[in-house]
């Protein structure tokens, strides 16, 4: 299935910026835009980018400088798929489990209110990514008339935005994808403290 | 199966001090228990409960005042599950999918490192539930020449601990169980702000 993979280039992963610089933001989502290109390749499916900037990269871009929402209602053509582009612990079985199911629309929760990814094989529906948007795609399918599967995925669920994101990156991400590689390099470490884990970056 | 169902009478969910009394958190910690009780009856299971105090409940209760990681190894006889008394988000699918591999352990990751429900039919298994649980029972399991299966679930990766655990239950859990049921006789809306989900309690 074709599957669009939005990916903002401005200025991104902002609630990082306590342990990374601006250029190190860019290079971490672009690793993980590139695992996730990657892992849609191996599970069989034909992925391309919905950048807010023209993109070097290996796989078609289309360059829409519009929100993400009305960039993706532009580029929507079911049967598709929208996968988020910082979904760093996605595998090719997980992202299988989002396309086994003979729905109409597919939704995949992310933790914190969202959809990381969605199947949609009917036109009548549309993306609205304000706010709590899982709620508002179970609703504006249920509008459409359409048919709703969700997917149980702890993978699916984790979107990378805080810190806390990062340490479930380094327990569960595989640890010879590009995102995994550049936080070693970069020295970002797992540590636990009293019961909880979080990452420090100790020779930063 | 044989589920031991670890659940800690006194002073539960410390980080929902800010929403609830004491009296509210132990009323609350109570109804999410009461419901993954009735969730592994659904699923086909015979769960009870090791509880650090007496309870006063309709499954088989064993007392043991030690702490976690103790209490739980001195209970466990393989083939048997360990599930945690908050995963509010449970349903007899996904629990399901944690007793269907045909693994010596299967471990069900919980956001933050945990390990929120976990399979063991070897007696070379045990639990360490300290720090970063889910590494440690890897490795654990691996040391022991035990085969593994992780399972990769959003509703048993979600146990119930902060504000925002509240917001999931109020967008995934059953309307008609008793967590929703009781969340809402407390008061306890979804609050979206800036695109953040959060819980809020207006008339509390």
């Known amino acids: 299935m074709r599957v669009v993979v939005p990916f903002g280039a401005r200025n991104p992963k902002t609630r990082l910026?306590?342990?990374?610089?601006a250029a190190e933001r860019a290079a971490l989502s672009r690793a993980m835009l590139d695992d996730v290109?990657?892992?849609?390749?191996?599970?069989?499916h034909d992925p391309f980018?919905?950048?807010t900037d023209p993109l070097d990269i290996d796989h078609p871009v289309t360059v829409d400088e519009r929100p993400l929402s009305e960039a993706v209602n532009a580029a929507l053509d079911p049967p598709m798929a929208v996968v988020m582009a910082d979904l760093a612990l996605a595998t090719p079985a997980a992202?299988?489990?989002?396309?086994?199911?003979?729905?109409?629309?597919?939704?995949?929760p992310g933790r914190g209110g969202g959809t990381n990814a969605l199947v949609t094989r009917t036109p009548s529906f549309e993306v609205d990514y304000h706010g709590a948007s899982f709620r508002d795609h179970r609703d504006i399918a249920e509008a459409a008339g359409a048919t709703l599967a969700t997917v149980d995925s702890f993978r699916l669920s984790t979107d990378v935005d805080e810190p806390i994101d990062l340490a479930e990156v380094l327990l569960h991400a595989d640890p010879d994808g590009r995102t995994r590689t550049w936080l070693a390099a970069a020295g970002v470490e797992l540590a636990v403290t009293e019961g909880r884990i979080s990452v420090t970056r100790p020779d930063a």
Request: net charge negative.
């Open 49 to 51: 980018v919905l950048s």
């Open 37 to 44: 290109l990657e892992t849609l390749d191996a599970a069989g």
């Open 17 to 21: 910026s306590g342990l990374f610089s």
């Open 95 to 108: 992202l299988e489990r989002l396309f086994a199911p003979d729905a109409d629309v597919v939704l995949a």
